[in-house]
Protein backbone atom coordinates (compact mmCIF):
# COMPACT_ATOMS: atom_id res chain seq x y z
CA UNK A 1 0.00 0.00 0.00
CA UNK A 2 2.48 2.25 0.36
CA UNK A 3 3.15 5.37 -1.51
CA UNK A 4 5.80 6.32 1.57
CA UNK A 5 9.28 7.19 0.59
CA UNK A 6 12.75 7.81 2.15
CA UNK A 7 13.73 10.89 2.29
CA UNK A 8 13.59 15.01 3.95
CA UNK A 9 12.04 15.81 0.84
CA UNK A 10 9.18 13.30 0.87
CA UNK A 11 8.32 14.72 4.27
CA UNK A 12 8.59 18.27 3.39
CA UNK A 13 6.02 17.98 0.45
CA UNK A 14 3.62 15.25 2.25
CA UNK A 15 2.94 18.35 4.70
CA UNK A 16 2.48 21.07 1.90
CA UNK A 17 -0.05 18.63 0.59
CA UNK A 18 -1.31 18.18 3.75
CA UNK A 19 -4.92 20.32 3.63
CA UNK A 20 -5.10 20.32 7.71
CA UNK A 21 -1.08 21.30 8.34
CA UNK A 22 -2.00 25.11 8.75
CA UNK A 23 -3.74 23.27 12.35
CA UNK A 24 0.05 23.45 14.05
CA UNK A 25 0.40 26.61 13.90
CA UNK A 26 -3.30 27.05 16.54
CA UNK A 27 -1.18 24.71 18.81
CA UNK A 28 1.56 25.50 21.23
CA UNK A 29 4.25 23.83 20.80
CA UNK A 30 6.81 23.20 23.63
CA UNK A 31 10.40 24.54 22.74
CA UNK A 32 13.66 24.07 23.89
CA UNK A 33 16.26 26.35 25.91
CA UNK A 34 17.20 28.00 22.16
CA UNK A 35 13.76 28.46 21.68
CA UNK A 36 13.60 25.01 18.96
CA UNK A 37 10.52 23.05 18.59
CA UNK A 38 10.30 19.74 20.30
CA UNK A 39 9.61 16.87 18.82
CA UNK A 40 6.34 16.33 20.64
CA UNK A 41 4.91 12.57 20.36
CA UNK A 42 2.91 12.53 23.66
CA UNK A 43 -0.39 13.61 22.74
CA UNK A 44 -1.43 10.44 23.79
CA UNK A 45 -0.95 11.20 27.72
CA UNK A 46 -1.66 15.42 27.77
CA UNK A 47 -2.39 17.17 24.22
CA UNK A 48 -0.99 20.31 23.68
CA UNK A 49 -2.70 23.65 24.23
CA UNK A 50 -4.71 25.11 21.55
CA UNK A 51 -4.15 28.82 21.21
CA UNK A 52 -7.58 29.69 21.62
CA UNK A 53 -7.74 28.23 25.03
CA UNK A 54 -6.54 31.21 26.76
CA UNK A 55 -8.91 33.11 25.56
CA UNK A 56 -11.74 30.92 26.16
CA UNK A 57 -10.65 30.60 29.77
CA UNK A 58 -10.19 34.38 30.27
CA UNK A 59 -13.56 34.94 28.64
CA UNK A 60 -15.31 32.97 32.02
CA UNK A 61 -12.63 34.78 34.51
CA UNK A 62 -14.08 38.18 32.65
CA UNK A 63 -17.57 37.20 33.17
CA UNK A 64 -17.00 35.99 36.65
CA UNK A 65 -15.51 39.07 37.81
CA UNK A 66 -17.91 40.87 35.98
CA UNK A 67 -21.03 39.58 36.92
CA UNK A 68 -20.61 37.29 39.89
CA UNK A 69 -22.90 35.10 40.52
CA UNK A 70 -25.22 36.12 37.47
CA UNK A 71 -23.14 34.94 35.51
CA UNK A 72 -24.70 31.72 35.39
CA UNK A 73 -27.73 33.13 33.50
CA UNK A 74 -26.38 36.26 32.25
CA UNK A 75 -22.84 35.19 31.04
CA UNK A 76 -21.61 35.20 27.53
CA UNK A 77 -22.03 31.92 27.80
CA UNK A 78 -24.21 31.11 30.56
CA UNK A 79 -22.71 28.71 33.21
CA UNK A 80 -25.96 27.00 34.30
CA UNK A 81 -26.26 25.59 30.52
CA UNK A 82 -22.24 25.51 30.01
CA UNK A 83 -21.41 21.79 29.58
CA UNK A 84 -24.41 21.62 26.66
CA UNK A 85 -22.00 23.78 24.74
CA UNK A 86 -19.63 20.61 24.57
CA UNK A 87 -22.15 17.61 23.83
CA UNK A 88 -22.82 17.67 20.40
CA UNK A 89 -18.88 18.02 19.26
CA UNK A 90 -17.98 15.59 22.01
CA UNK A 91 -21.17 12.89 20.59
CA UNK A 92 -19.83 13.32 16.84
CA UNK A 93 -15.98 12.55 18.06
CA UNK A 94 -16.98 9.19 19.63
CA UNK A 95 -20.00 8.08 17.62
CA UNK A 96 -22.78 8.91 20.24
CA UNK A 97 -26.17 10.44 20.00
CA UNK A 98 -26.16 13.92 21.95
CA UNK A 99 -28.38 12.65 25.01
CA UNK A 100 -26.11 9.47 25.49
CA UNK A 101 -23.55 11.88 26.48
CA UNK A 102 -21.99 14.24 28.85
CA UNK A 103 -18.99 16.15 30.19
CA UNK A 104 -18.91 15.54 33.97
CA UNK A 105 -16.47 14.60 36.79
CA UNK A 106 -12.81 12.56 36.17
CA UNK A 107 -12.09 9.92 34.44
CA UNK A 108 -11.86 7.03 37.63
CA UNK A 109 -14.52 8.56 38.85
CA UNK A 110 -16.89 8.36 36.36
CA UNK A 111 -15.66 4.70 35.67
CA UNK A 112 -16.48 4.16 39.62
CA UNK A 113 -20.02 6.19 38.69
CA UNK A 114 -20.95 4.10 36.02
CA UNK A 115 -20.00 0.48 38.17
CA UNK A 116 -22.42 1.82 40.42
CA UNK A 117 -25.29 1.43 37.86
CA UNK A 118 -23.57 -1.59 35.59
CA UNK A 119 -21.30 -3.62 38.05
CA UNK A 120 -24.40 -5.10 39.51
CA UNK A 121 -23.15 -8.61 41.30
CA UNK A 122 -25.03 -11.62 42.11
CA UNK A 123 -23.08 -14.57 44.15
CA UNK A 124 -23.47 -16.77 40.70
CA UNK A 125 -22.43 -13.82 38.68
CA UNK A 126 -20.09 -11.74 40.27
CA UNK A 127 -16.66 -11.86 38.05
CA UNK A 128 -15.26 -8.82 36.08
CA UNK A 129 -13.31 -9.49 32.90
CA UNK A 130 -10.73 -6.53 32.45
CA UNK A 131 -7.59 -7.00 30.00
CA UNK A 132 -4.25 -8.74 31.11
CA UNK A 133 -2.68 -4.58 30.81
CA UNK A 134 -5.04 -2.49 31.49
CA UNK A 135 -4.19 0.92 32.62
CA UNK A 136 -3.35 0.60 36.37
CA UNK A 137 -6.10 3.68 37.32
CA UNK A 138 -9.27 0.89 35.74
CA UNK A 139 -7.35 -2.05 37.07
CA UNK A 140 -7.37 -0.53 40.74
CA UNK A 141 -10.93 0.70 40.29
CA UNK A 142 -12.52 -2.99 39.50
CA UNK A 143 -10.40 -4.58 42.23
CA UNK A 144 -11.66 -2.11 44.75
CA UNK A 145 -15.37 -2.81 43.17
CA UNK A 146 -15.14 -6.33 43.89
CA UNK A 147 -14.24 -5.87 47.25
CA UNK A 148 -16.81 -2.96 48.03
CA UNK A 149 -19.41 -5.74 46.97
CA UNK A 150 -17.67 -8.52 49.47
CA UNK A 151 -15.31 -10.10 46.86
CA UNK A 152 -11.82 -11.07 46.71
CA UNK A 153 -10.36 -9.17 44.31
CA UNK A 154 -8.18 -11.55 42.80
CA UNK A 155 -10.87 -14.60 42.68
CA UNK A 156 -13.43 -12.11 41.05
CA UNK A 157 -11.11 -10.82 38.27
CA UNK A 158 -10.60 -12.52 35.19
CA UNK A 159 -8.17 -11.42 32.53
CA UNK A 160 -7.85 -11.38 28.83
CA UNK A 161 -4.41 -11.68 28.63
CA UNK A 162 -2.04 -11.97 25.24
CA UNK A 163 -0.49 -15.52 24.30
CA UNK A 164 3.12 -16.74 25.50
CA UNK A 165 5.80 -14.41 23.29
CA UNK A 166 2.25 -12.31 21.65
CA UNK A 167 1.48 -9.03 22.73
CA UNK A 168 -2.02 -8.27 21.37
CA UNK A 169 -5.12 -9.74 22.86
CA UNK A 170 -6.52 -12.43 20.67
CA UNK A 171 -10.19 -12.64 20.05
CA UNK A 172 -10.24 -16.64 19.89
CA UNK A 173 -9.00 -16.32 23.51
CA UNK A 174 -11.60 -13.56 24.41
CA UNK A 175 -14.39 -16.47 22.70
CA UNK A 176 -12.86 -19.16 25.29
CA UNK A 177 -13.30 -16.89 28.40
CA UNK A 178 -16.80 -16.73 27.31
CA UNK A 179 -17.72 -19.48 26.80
CA UNK A 180 -15.68 -20.98 29.89
CA UNK A 181 -16.99 -18.26 32.09
CA UNK A 182 -19.30 -16.15 30.32
CA UNK A 183 -21.98 -17.03 33.19
CA UNK A 184 -19.97 -15.49 35.99
CA UNK A 185 -18.96 -12.51 34.65
CA UNK A 186 -20.99 -10.04 35.62
CA UNK A 187 -19.38 -6.95 33.75
CA UNK A 188 -16.77 -6.69 30.98
CA UNK A 189 -14.71 -2.95 31.46
CA UNK A 190 -12.03 -3.52 28.62
CA UNK A 191 -9.45 -0.15 27.58
CA UNK A 192 -11.09 0.69 23.96
CA UNK A 193 -7.71 1.32 22.70
CA UNK A 194 -5.16 -0.24 24.93
CA UNK A 195 -2.77 2.46 26.46
CA UNK A 196 0.31 0.12 26.52
CA UNK A 197 0.26 -1.39 22.91
CA UNK A 198 -2.24 0.92 21.08
CA UNK A 199 -4.19 -1.88 20.23
CA UNK A 200 -8.08 -0.79 19.34
CA UNK A 201 -10.36 -3.40 20.36
CA UNK A 202 -13.31 -4.26 18.20
CA UNK A 203 -15.67 -2.86 20.75
CA UNK A 204 -18.86 -4.04 18.72
CA UNK A 205 -17.53 -7.71 18.40
CA UNK A 206 -16.81 -7.31 22.43
CA UNK A 207 -20.23 -5.75 23.32
CA UNK A 208 -22.10 -8.44 21.17
CA UNK A 209 -20.12 -11.37 22.85
CA UNK A 210 -20.45 -9.73 26.48
CA UNK A 211 -24.37 -9.28 25.92
CA UNK A 212 -24.82 -12.65 24.38
CA UNK A 213 -23.00 -14.26 27.62
CA UNK A 214 -25.22 -11.80 29.66
CA UNK A 215 -22.68 -9.76 30.91
CA UNK A 216 -23.01 -6.15 31.13
CA UNK A 217 -20.01 -3.94 28.78
CA UNK A 218 -18.17 -0.76 29.02
CA UNK A 219 -15.25 0.69 27.73
CA UNK A 220 -12.59 2.90 29.11
CA UNK A 221 -11.75 4.75 25.95
CA UNK A 222 -8.97 7.30 27.16
CA UNK A 223 -6.90 6.68 24.46
CA UNK A 224 -9.84 6.49 22.10
CA UNK A 225 -11.68 9.41 22.28
CA UNK A 226 -10.34 12.33 19.82
CA UNK A 227 -7.75 9.39 18.24
CA UNK A 228 -10.17 7.13 16.34
CA UNK A 229 -13.75 6.60 15.65
CA UNK A 230 -15.05 5.02 18.47
CA UNK A 231 -18.39 4.62 17.45
CA UNK A 232 -20.09 4.06 20.72
CA UNK A 233 -23.86 3.97 20.18
CA UNK A 234 -23.34 1.04 17.01
CA UNK A 235 -20.72 -0.61 19.25
CA UNK A 236 -23.81 -1.14 21.69
CA UNK A 237 -22.05 -0.89 24.73
CA UNK A 238 -23.62 -0.16 27.91
CA UNK A 239 -21.54 2.65 28.79
CA UNK A 240 -18.16 3.92 28.09
CA UNK A 241 -15.81 6.71 29.74
CA UNK A 242 -12.80 8.81 28.60
CA UNK A 243 -10.69 11.68 29.61
CA UNK A 244 -10.23 15.01 27.74
CA UNK A 245 -6.77 15.72 28.33
CA UNK A 246 -5.04 12.81 26.07
CA UNK A 247 -5.78 13.03 22.74
CA UNK A 248 -8.23 16.01 23.15
CA UNK A 249 -6.07 18.64 24.30
CA UNK A 250 -8.21 20.10 27.08
CA UNK A 251 -5.34 20.36 29.67
CA UNK A 252 -3.85 18.78 32.73
CA UNK A 253 -6.83 16.82 34.74
CA UNK A 254 -9.32 17.96 32.83
CA UNK A 255 -13.04 16.73 32.81
CA UNK A 256 -13.78 13.29 31.52
CA UNK A 257 -16.77 12.45 28.92
CA UNK A 258 -19.12 9.65 29.80
CA UNK A 259 -21.01 7.43 27.53
CA UNK A 260 -24.36 5.53 28.20
CA UNK A 261 -26.56 3.75 25.84
CA UNK A 262 -30.12 5.65 24.99
CA UNK A 263 -31.51 1.74 25.88
CA UNK A 264 -30.80 2.87 29.49
CA UNK A 265 -31.39 6.62 29.05
CA UNK A 266 -35.09 6.80 30.75
CA UNK A 267 -34.65 3.25 33.39
CA UNK A 268 -35.37 4.31 36.83
CA UNK A 269 -34.86 0.99 38.53
CA UNK A 270 -30.52 1.38 37.55
CA UNK A 271 -29.38 2.12 41.12
CA UNK A 272 -27.27 5.51 40.38
CA UNK A 273 -25.63 8.28 42.72
CA UNK A 274 -26.98 11.37 42.39
CA UNK A 275 -26.86 15.30 43.10
CA UNK A 276 -29.00 17.92 42.30
CA UNK A 277 -27.34 18.01 38.73
CA UNK A 278 -28.99 14.30 37.98
CA UNK A 279 -32.00 16.27 38.98
CA UNK A 280 -34.97 17.93 36.23
CA UNK A 281 -33.02 21.12 35.06
CA UNK A 282 -36.89 22.92 35.09
CA UNK A 283 -37.18 22.41 39.00
CA UNK A 284 -33.60 22.14 40.48
CA UNK A 285 -33.46 25.17 41.97
CA UNK A 286 -36.93 24.94 43.75
CA UNK A 287 -34.68 22.69 45.89
CA UNK A 288 -37.51 20.42 46.09
CA UNK A 289 -37.41 17.35 48.43
CA UNK A 290 -38.75 14.91 45.79
CA UNK A 291 -36.21 13.63 43.26
CA UNK A 292 -37.05 14.02 39.36
CA UNK A 293 -33.93 12.22 37.54
CA UNK A 294 -33.15 13.64 34.36
CA UNK A 295 -32.97 11.63 31.23
CA UNK A 296 -30.06 10.36 29.26
CA UNK A 297 -26.56 10.90 30.35
CA UNK A 298 -26.91 13.75 31.95
CA UNK A 299 -28.80 11.79 34.70
CA UNK A 300 -25.69 10.77 36.20
CA UNK A 301 -24.37 14.21 36.71
CA UNK A 302 -23.87 15.14 40.28
CA UNK A 303 -22.23 18.66 40.63
CA UNK A 304 -22.25 22.34 38.89
CA UNK A 305 -19.25 21.22 37.05
CA UNK A 306 -16.17 23.60 37.22
CA UNK A 307 -16.45 25.92 34.25
CA UNK A 308 -13.09 26.97 33.76
CA UNK A 309 -11.85 23.58 32.74
CA UNK A 310 -15.07 23.19 30.39
CA UNK A 311 -13.92 26.27 28.91
CA UNK A 312 -10.99 24.68 27.63
CA UNK A 313 -12.30 21.77 26.85
CA UNK A 314 -15.11 23.87 24.62
CA UNK A 315 -11.94 25.41 22.86
CA UNK A 316 -10.43 22.07 21.83
CA UNK A 317 -13.67 20.89 20.47
CA UNK A 318 -13.88 24.09 18.55
CA UNK A 319 -10.63 23.28 16.89
CA UNK A 320 -11.84 19.66 16.43
CA UNK A 321 -14.78 20.91 14.58
CA UNK A 322 -13.31 23.40 12.46
CA UNK A 323 -10.77 20.49 11.15
CA UNK A 324 -13.75 17.91 10.92
CA UNK A 325 -12.78 14.85 12.76
CA UNK A 326 -13.06 12.23 9.71
CA UNK A 327 -10.61 14.38 7.93
CA UNK A 328 -8.19 14.10 11.05
CA UNK A 329 -8.54 10.35 11.14
CA UNK A 330 -7.35 10.20 7.47
CA UNK A 331 -4.52 12.09 7.74
CA UNK A 332 -3.71 9.76 11.20
CA UNK A 333 -3.39 6.66 9.03
CA UNK A 334 -1.04 8.11 6.76
CA UNK A 335 0.77 9.84 9.39
CA UNK A 336 1.10 6.60 11.63
CA UNK A 337 1.43 4.60 8.68
CA UNK A 338 4.78 6.91 7.26
CA UNK A 339 5.61 6.03 10.78
CA UNK A 340 5.77 2.73 10.75
CA UNK A 341 7.36 2.65 6.60
CA UNK A 342 10.35 4.85 8.26
CA UNK A 343 10.56 2.21 11.08
CA UNK A 344 10.44 -0.65 8.64
CA UNK A 345 13.08 0.32 7.08
CA UNK A 346 15.65 1.27 9.61
CA UNK A 347 15.49 -2.67 8.85
CA UNK A 348 16.99 -2.97 12.83
CA UNK A 349 16.10 -6.15 14.17
CA UNK A 350 16.55 -4.67 17.54
CA UNK A 351 13.37 -2.98 17.44
CA UNK A 352 9.71 -3.99 16.98
CA UNK A 353 6.58 -2.45 16.52
CA UNK A 354 3.97 -3.94 18.98
CA UNK A 355 1.11 -1.99 18.01
CA UNK A 356 -0.88 -3.44 15.23
CA UNK A 357 0.19 -3.38 11.54
CA UNK A 358 -3.53 -2.89 10.55
CA UNK A 359 -4.70 0.25 10.72
CA UNK A 360 -7.95 -0.83 11.89
CA UNK A 361 -6.86 -1.93 14.94
CA UNK A 362 -4.75 0.75 16.27
CA UNK A 363 -5.20 4.41 15.82
CA UNK A 364 -2.19 7.21 15.85
CA UNK A 365 0.01 5.23 18.71
CA UNK A 366 2.97 2.87 17.92
CA UNK A 367 4.52 1.12 20.66
CA UNK A 368 8.20 0.46 19.86
CA UNK A 369 9.89 -1.90 21.80
CA UNK A 370 13.65 -1.77 21.90
CA UNK A 371 15.54 -5.23 22.46
CA UNK A 372 17.77 -4.69 25.65
CA UNK A 373 17.21 -1.10 26.15
CA UNK A 374 16.36 0.83 29.31
CA UNK A 375 15.19 4.09 30.73
CA UNK A 376 18.98 5.26 28.97
CA UNK A 377 17.14 5.60 25.97
CA UNK A 378 14.68 7.63 26.88
CA UNK A 379 16.85 10.10 27.99
CA UNK A 380 18.75 10.01 24.84
CA UNK A 381 15.73 10.85 23.09
CA UNK A 382 14.73 13.54 25.04
CA UNK A 383 18.21 15.09 24.70
CA UNK A 384 17.58 14.95 21.41
CA UNK A 385 14.76 17.30 21.76
CA UNK A 386 12.38 14.62 21.57
CA UNK A 387 9.76 14.06 23.94
CA UNK A 388 8.06 10.27 24.11
CA UNK A 389 7.19 8.45 26.51
CA UNK A 390 8.69 5.44 28.28
CA UNK A 391 7.11 2.21 29.68
CA UNK A 392 9.24 -0.17 31.49
CA UNK A 393 10.36 -2.69 30.51
CA UNK A 394 11.72 -1.72 27.14
CA UNK A 395 8.82 -0.08 25.64
CA UNK A 396 8.52 3.83 23.87
CA UNK A 397 5.11 4.98 22.82
CA UNK A 398 4.86 7.46 19.91
CA UNK A 399 1.96 9.49 18.73
CA UNK A 400 2.06 11.30 15.98
CA UNK A 401 -1.07 13.38 16.58
CA UNK A 402 -2.67 14.29 13.06
CA UNK A 403 -3.52 17.87 14.19
CA UNK A 404 -0.37 19.19 15.47
CA UNK A 405 2.16 16.77 14.48
CA UNK A 406 4.03 17.01 11.20
CA UNK A 407 5.31 14.63 8.39
CA UNK A 408 8.51 16.03 9.39
CA UNK A 409 8.17 15.42 12.89
CA UNK A 410 7.65 11.91 12.39
CA UNK A 411 11.08 11.70 9.87
CA UNK A 412 13.07 14.29 12.65
CA UNK A 413 11.87 11.40 14.79
CA UNK A 414 13.27 8.53 13.29
CA UNK A 415 16.58 10.10 12.15
CA UNK A 416 17.45 10.65 15.86
CA UNK A 417 16.48 7.34 16.79
CA UNK A 418 18.30 6.39 13.80
CA UNK A 419 21.48 7.77 15.21
CA UNK A 420 20.55 6.87 18.94
CA UNK A 421 20.51 3.31 18.24
CA UNK A 422 23.80 3.35 15.72
C1 LIG B 1 -5.19 8.22 31.31
C2 LIG B 1 -6.01 7.10 31.80
C3 LIG B 1 -6.55 7.10 33.09
C4 LIG B 1 -6.29 8.22 34.06
O1 LIG B 1 -7.36 8.38 34.94
P1 LIG B 1 -7.67 9.77 35.67
O2 LIG B 1 -8.81 9.45 36.52
O3 LIG B 1 -7.96 10.79 34.61
O4 LIG B 1 -6.43 10.17 36.42
C5 LIG B 1 -7.34 6.02 33.46
N1 LIG B 1 -7.59 5.00 32.60
C6 LIG B 1 -7.08 4.98 31.35
C7 LIG B 1 -7.38 3.83 30.45
C8 LIG B 1 -6.26 6.01 30.92
O5 LIG B 1 -5.75 5.97 29.69
Known sequence: MSNYKLGL????????????????????????????????????????????????????????????????????HPWLHYHEFLTETMANIVGAKPMEVVVMNS??????????????????????????????????????????HGYDDKE??????????EELANYDDLETIFNQHGDEI?????????????????????????????????????????????????SGADFAVWCSYKYLNSGPGSLSGAFVHERHAHRKDLNRFTGWWSHNKQTRFKMRDEFDQLPGAEGWQLSNPPILSMAAIRASLDVFKAAGFDKLCEK????????????????????????????????????????????????????????TDWREPDVIRCAPVPLYNSYMDVYGFVERLKTILN
Request: hydrophobic share 35%.
Open 156 to 165: GLILWKARKG
Open 107 to 148: LTANLHFMMVSFYKPTPKRYKILIEADAFPSDKYAVESQLRH
Open 186 to 234: ALVMIGGVNYYTGQFFDLKRIAALGHKHGCMVGFDCAHGAGNVPLNLHD
Open 332 to 387: SRKLTGYFEFLLDELNNSDIKIITPRNPDERGCQLSIQVKNADKGLHNKLTKAGII
Open 9 to 76: EFAKQQDQNDELSSYRKQFHIPKDNNGNELIYMTGNSLGLQPKITKDYINQELDDWANLGVEGHTEGK
